[in-house]
């Protein structure tokens, strides 16, 4: 795939993710950063057909969240109907960076590291 396709693909799924989905707005940076990895490993999981653990309450979420995120994305995007491993975990990657970057390294909000909460 070309960096172009991929840049192209990553911002797809950015762009959904970023319109439909709070699970990335928790309220502290380590809740966000759990949440942005959680979910996306699952979705990762369910992208290649492998069944992800729900060992945990946090499992349970993730997967309740990667399951809609996939689902949907399937419907709106044909393209991630034929991705391999290779492709769903470079997508996964991308888009965890480009998720960290807007909803921690950038976010404005001080409350997200303040050290009373």
């Not at 970023?18 to 990762?44: M, Y």
């Not at 994305?73 to 997508?91: A, F, H, I, N």
Request: glycine share 4%.
């Amino acid at each position: 795939m070309s960096a172009e396709a991929l840049e192209s693909k990553i911002g797809d799924l950015f762009d959904y993710v970023q319109e439909r989905c709070l699970w990335q707005f928790s309220s502290r940076t380590w809740d966000r950063q759990a949440n942005i990895d959680g979910v996306l490993a699952k979705a990762a999981d369910l992208f290649l057909g492998r069944s992800p653990s729900r060992e945990s309450p946090e499992d349970k979420l993730h997967c309740a969240e990667a399951s809609v995120l996939v689902s949907d994305c399937r419907e709106r995007y044909p393209w991630t109907g034929s991705v391999d491993e290779t492709e769903v975990l470079t997508l996964m990657e991308g888009l965890k960076s480009r998720l960290v970057d807007i909803a921690i390294t950038q976010s404005k909000n001080r409350e997200l590291n303040h050290h009373l909460y």
